[in-house]
């Protein structure tokens, strides 16, 4: 390879180390920020249904069947009423962009690793 | 080129890089003729060149697999040597003299000087941009004035500006 050349191949390795490496700590990054943060919003729920004593209301599945039939409406209205609303709400969404940011790592996967892979062998040969 | 251009460009959108090594290995010598031909110090040229190809790289992400690969490397090679002028510009204002030792050449400035400023406003901003590298497009967006109508001041300024000075 001529110097010209040499040299394009060093540049671009320059800008796509620093390109690959910041892709890779923002995807991989952001999954788990977003898992973490779906994780204390569920544990945030769980405490607050602990604290209220709403999850008693399971214990009815203890009971014959004809009694769980009867009191089912009343038991899930009384779950609608006590769950804490917005927690719920902020918890799905964190799991919807939990699952799209690792559809969209899973996506770009392959192209990722063809760099990393690229970069290894520039960096090995040089 | 064995591989076609559309391929080579979608394996390197899709991370394979060794591939724009055909890229480079094809156009190099033809935008390293084209900027070669435009440069005065010629040590810059390998500079542009490569800064032309890393410029490409960086904007494969985004570049349309259906068109054409060397207007698009000519189009960038030329940005860089408008940015490679702008920085290395000497300009001198139009309405003052260039200073030097000899008496003949101040003679020779103050006679192109003073068909200079026989010019226009608009002559003088034109000519100035032209100098500067911009291209007859870009003058005309610049100055809000068809093409056409660059093309033509720029061409009866000239003019202008050759008979002033023969005159004088």
Redesign the interface.
């Known amino acids: 390879m001529t110097d010209l050349k040499k040299n394009i191949f060093q540049k671009v390795y320059i800008f796509e180390t620093k390109r690959t490496a910041f892709e890779l700590v923002l995807r991989i990054g952001s999954v788990i920020a977003a898992l973490i943060a779906g994780a204390l919003v569920f544990m945030s729920i769980i405490q607050k249904l602990l604290e209220q004593q709403t999850l008693d209301v399971f214990e009815l599945f203890r009971e014959e069947t004809e009694i769980i039939r009867n009191n089912i409406n009343e038991v899930l209205n009384t779950l609608y009423l006590e769950f804490p609303k917005y927690e719920v709400v902020v918890f799905a969404t964190l799991t919807i962009i939990s699952i799209v940011l690792v559809l969209i790592f899973i996506k770009n996967y392959k192209k990722i690793k063809n760099r990393v892979l690229w970069l290894q062998k520039y960096k090995q040969s040089h | 080129m064995e591989m076609p251009e559309k391929e080579v460009i979608r394996r390197i959108?899709?991370?394979?890089?060794?591939y724009?090594?055909i890229i480079?290995?094809e156009y190099?010598p033809a935008i390293?003729r084209y900027i070669k031909a435009r440069l005065f110090q010629k040590l810059d040229v390998?500079d542009l060149?490569?800064n032309t190809?890393?410029s490409f790289?960086?904007a494969v992400s985004w570049f349309d697999e259906s068109k054409q690969v060397l207007p698009y490397l000519f189009q960038i090679a030329k940005n860089e040597l408008k940015m490679y002028f702008r920085s290395h510009k000497e300009s001198v204002p139009l309405n003052e003299f260039v200073e030097t030792d000899s008496d003949e050449n101040d003679f020779y400035t103050e006679d192109f000087s003073a068909a200079l400023s026989t010019l226009t406003k608009e002559q003088q901003t034109i000519l100035e941009l032209l100098h500067e590298g911009y291209s007859y497009q870009e003058i005309a967006k610049k100055c809000n004035r068809p093409l056409n109508t660059i093309r033509t001041i720029i061409r009866r300024t000239r003019l202008q500006v050759k008979k002033n000075y023969d005159r004088s």
């Open positions: 959108k899709n991370g394979e890089i060794n724009f090594s480079v290995e190099t390293s390998d060149v490569q190809m890393v790289y960086k």
